[in-house]
């Protein structure tokens, strides 16, 4: 049966440290293989995300492969919600491997598609494990330990914050989670109680910053413009931080809550790690799901 990555869960404790210490000891990210050869991805992307597009693609034609990108117009998300176990066993004679981008995928039962090709999520509004992975090893680079690191998230939920509450079950790091009053965080709650893990729930982005380590600027959408002000990071916010606190993207520049432009062009800014660190993450993603090793052309 084929290898599917959807959720950091179903993933698993072995396979998430396994890609984030491959991806970690890659010595070049834009290695050219040949480890794709003959092998076609479809990008099936329900949203529109450059950034996403951009570091799939890199990662299957720096590999040798090749790229179908099908995206947002079309009725294609109405079959795919309504035929999803009749159509994706067609696609085996089409192509080697999907990625989807924006799908909710919480329920997709995997086992009973009986898929003869990998299905990876490249990001959707409940799981985001590429990013979640590829942020980890950043703080691995930065930090090297996780236990001693306290990470403050800040801003609404997306697919990243719900696998990064899932990573902190396997990741020794404890996470402070600041939500707009309006989001409802009881499903989120529900889910930290069911792991017992060192994830706190708290009302402002201070209080979310104190003493942290690493600051995860998470996404806007639902912010009213007043909020927008408010979430927010700039100077004063990191000076509650932990000296030379890092900061990290949880969404793209133009979606994240705001970040001041200092703060941005700084050095506690990972942007650029975190775009080269998912795209050593997705390269190792697409070994882990064939099961083969990478050989050098």
């Not at 049966?1 to 000891?25: F, P, Y």
């Not at 529900?190 to 893990?197: F, K, N």
Request: with cysteine.
């Amino acid at each position: 049966m084929a290898r599917h990555i959807l959720t950091i869960k179903d993933l698993g404790e072995t396979a998430c440290w396994l890609l984030v210490q491959q991806a970690l000891g890659m010595p070049d990210p834009k290695l050219q293989t040949d480890f794709m050869t003959q092998r076609v991805a479809l990008l099936v992307f329900a949203q529109h995300s450059l950034p996403e597009r951009l570091c799939v693609s890199a990662a299957v034609r720096q590999m040798g492969g090749s790229v179908v990108y099908e995206g947002n117009r079309g009725i294609w998300r109405s079959e795919m919600d309504d035929y999803r176990e009749q159509l994706l066993p067609i696609f085996s004679y089409y192509l080697d491997c999907m990625y989807v981008y924006g799908l909710p995928v919480r329920g997709w039962e995997m086992e009973t598609t009986h898929l003869r090709f990998p299905l990876i999520n490249a990001g959707s509004p409940d799981a985001h494990p590429a990013h979640t992975l590829a942020d980890i090893s950043c703080m691995l680079l930065c930090s090297r330990y996780l236990d001693t690191l306290t990470c403050a998230w800040l801003g609404c939920v997306n697919g990243t914050l719900h696998s990064l509450i899932e990573a902190s079950a396997w990741f020794p790091f404890r996470l402070r989670v600041a939500l707009p009053a309006q989001v409802d965080r009881r499903p989120l709650e529900e889910a930290v109680a069911r792991l017992g893990t060192e994830v706190i729930f708290v009302d402002s982005p201070e209080e979310a910053v104190k003493g942290a380590n690493y600051v995860f600027a998470g996404c806007r959408s639902g912010l009213t413009a007043e909020e927008r002000a408010v979430w927010r990071v700039d100077a004063r916010l990191m000076a509650l931080a932990e000296p030379n606190a890092r900061l990290l993207l949880s969404a793209s520049p133009v979606s994240a809550i705001g970040v001041a432009d200092e703060i941005l062009a700084s050095k506690a800014s990972l942007l650029v790690q975190q775009a080269e660190y998912r795209l050593r993450v997705h390269k190792r993603m697409l070994h882990w799901v064939f099961l083969d090793n990478e050989r050098e052309l």
